[in-house]
């Protein structure tokens, strides 16, 4: 299985902070990494795929960048709406394997 | 719209079995895998397996083989996951999602099925 070891757990933040979480691959994924956020009591949703592609609806805050076994997922402004938990996940080979989340928290 | 509407809540005993399904509307359902996500209260996100509608072939994640089905009636736009002998530890929230074949990426996501066992 490949794992996946996402940086940081947790972090807090303010509104309007720049905020930078990363993800490393146990081997190289090329770029299948994608990127999900989930909110307490709500199914996950695709932020970014392919590591650098916006999904449809996803605000232009949020972006990505990587390939081989290091990506980041970046928001450039904080926002209210952003407080939630993110998970990268790799799809190169099964298991497809989700990084363990990081909670970005208010500070 | 893209929609994938799951069936509601189950509470089981162990040892019992259960079908919980997922319906997909708003897209040619047999153009795209749906996949089945597991998450244990409080924790990450889980892949179980995926499957093919469109000729139900289906791949498991081996943690997970031999203890679920993963299944699908392209006839009615659904595809299940089953249980035969649920165990206590079976106790998540389950997600089904399209799965993209270009990216491979779960881009559409029902709204979730929480499972509780408990004798």
């Known amino acids: 299985d490949i794992q996946m070891t996402q940086s940081p757990s947790s972090l807090s933040a303010s509104v309007g902070d720049r905020v930078t979480i990363t993800c490393r691959a146990g081997?190289?994924?090329?770029?299948?990494l994608h990127w999900y956020q989930q909110k307490p009591g709500k199914a996950p949703r695709l932020l970014l795929y392919?590591?650098?592609s916006l999904q449809t609806g996803v605000p232009s805050r949020f972006s990505g960048s990587g390939s081989g076994t290091f990506f980041s997922l970046s928001i450039s402004s904080l926002q209210p709406e952003d407080f939630a938990t993110y998970y990268c996940q790799q799809t190169y080979s099964t298991p497809h394997t989700f990084g363990q989340g990081t909670n970005v928290e208010i500070k | 719209e893209v929609q994938l509407v799951q069936s509601g809540a189950e509470v089981k005993k162990p040892g019992e079995s259960l079908s919980i399904s997922c319906k997909g509307s708003?897209?040619?359902?047999?153009?795209?895998?749906i996949v089945w996500v597991r998450q244990m209260p409080g924790k990450g996100l889980e892949w179980l397996g995926t499957?093919?509608?469109?000729?139900?072939?289906?791949y498991y994640s081996p943690s997970f083989r031999g203890h679920i089905t993963i299944s699908a009636d392209k006839s009615i736009t659904t595809a299940y996951l089953q249980w035969s002998n649920l165990k206590a530890s079976d106790t998540a929230m389950y997600y089904c999602a399209r799965h993209q074949y270009s990216s491979s990426h779960f881009d559409y996501w029902g709204q979730g099925t929480l499972v509780t066992v408990s004798s």
């Open positions: 392919s590591a650098s």
């Open positions: 499957i093919d509608p469109s000729d139900s072939y289906t």
């Open positions: 708003g897209y040619k359902f047999t153009g795209y895998w």
């Open positions: 081997q190289s994924i090329n770029n299948f």
